[in-house]
Each structure stands twice: as C-alpha cells, then as structure tokens.
C-alpha cells in the first residue's frame, strides 16, 4: 500500500511522540543480512571469548570448561580445587604475608577446608591413608623397627 504525501504527513504527525515508527511513500523490503546465521560461527567467537577472559583471570581449562559445556560433579570438583590450590591459595599466602607485616601478626592463612570441593580430595586421602596403613602392618609383621613405625604413623595422620 502506497501513502500519499497528505497520509504520510499526517501517520508522521500522529506517531511524533515515543514511537520509532515512520510512515514512508512506498513497501519497504526488508532483508536479512545472513540467510544462514550458523556461519558467522557465533558459537565458536563466544568460547573462545570466554576461554581468553577466564585465562585472564588465571582459570585453568578444566574450570572453563565446566562453564562452557557442563561436566561430573567429580571433574568439577577436581577443576575446582586445582584452581584454588594453584590460583588462589599463592595469591592468599601472598596477602596474608603482607597483613602479617602491616598488622604485626603471624600464622595468618586463607583456607578453603570448609568448602564442598575439598570433599573429593578428602575421600581420596582416606582412601591413600589406609593403604598407607596397610603397607605399615605389613612392614611391621617384616620386622621394621618400632621408631621407624611411630615415625611413619606420625606421617600419615600429621602428628
């Protein structure tokens, strides 16, 4: 439908206010710059927009990983508790250092043991300690000396 020059004036006058609306003369067509909007590979520019982001920040692969694609409640743990044994726990020893100069105190540490991702790596522990353990009855029952079984005890449960 063509306006004409009165219409136009007048649709144009109606709509002055908020609207983004213009009336023109003639149709307008109105095409798609992309047909087929997989091929600009949006996807992909985003991942990897989030990998450079996240390695800016000093994550590690696992953990991005988990945000892109999803992962076991293991792996993500796992990728969790590197990312804070390898990332966050130097720089927190680092603060700490500088509060224990500046305030005069000492033995200041950050902690992340109350946190659910320590779980798996306790279970883990259990599990070494115990073969630990029976690789000590072992030795004992082959005659290691007594001293040297207190010593390795001492080890294992950190006394």
């Not at 996240?54 to 994550?59: D, K, Q």
């Not at 804070?84 to 043991?113: A, H, N, V």
């Not at 991702?117 to 690789?135: G, H, P, R, T, W």
Request: proline residues 1%; hydrophobic residues 40%; contains cysteine.
């Amino acid at each position: 439908m063509n306006f004409s020059e009165a219409e136009q004036q007048s649709l144009n006058g109606q709509l002055r206010g908020n609207k983004q609306v213009i009336g023109l003369k003639s149709k307008v067509a109105i095409d798609r710059f992309v047909s087929d909007l997989s091929s600009l590979k949006l996807d992909e520019a985003v991942i990897n927009s989030i990998h450079i982001i996240g390695m800016m920040y000093g994550l590690n692969k696992d953990v991005i990983s988990i945000a892109i694609k999803g992962s076991t409640y293991e792996n993500k743990e796992k990728a969790f508790g590197a990312f804070i044994d390898y990332t966050l726990t130097p720089m927190s020893r680092q603060m700490c250092d500088l509060f224990e100069t500046l305030f005069d105190k000492e033995d200041l540490r950050g902690s992340w043991e109350d946190m659910p991702f320590n779980q798996v790596f306790q279970v883990e522990k259990v599990a070494n300690d115990s073969i630990k353990l029976d690789n000590l009855i072992k030795a004992q029952q082959l005659g290691l000396d007594e001293k040297e079984v207190q010593k390795q005890l001492n080890m294992i449960f950190g006394t």
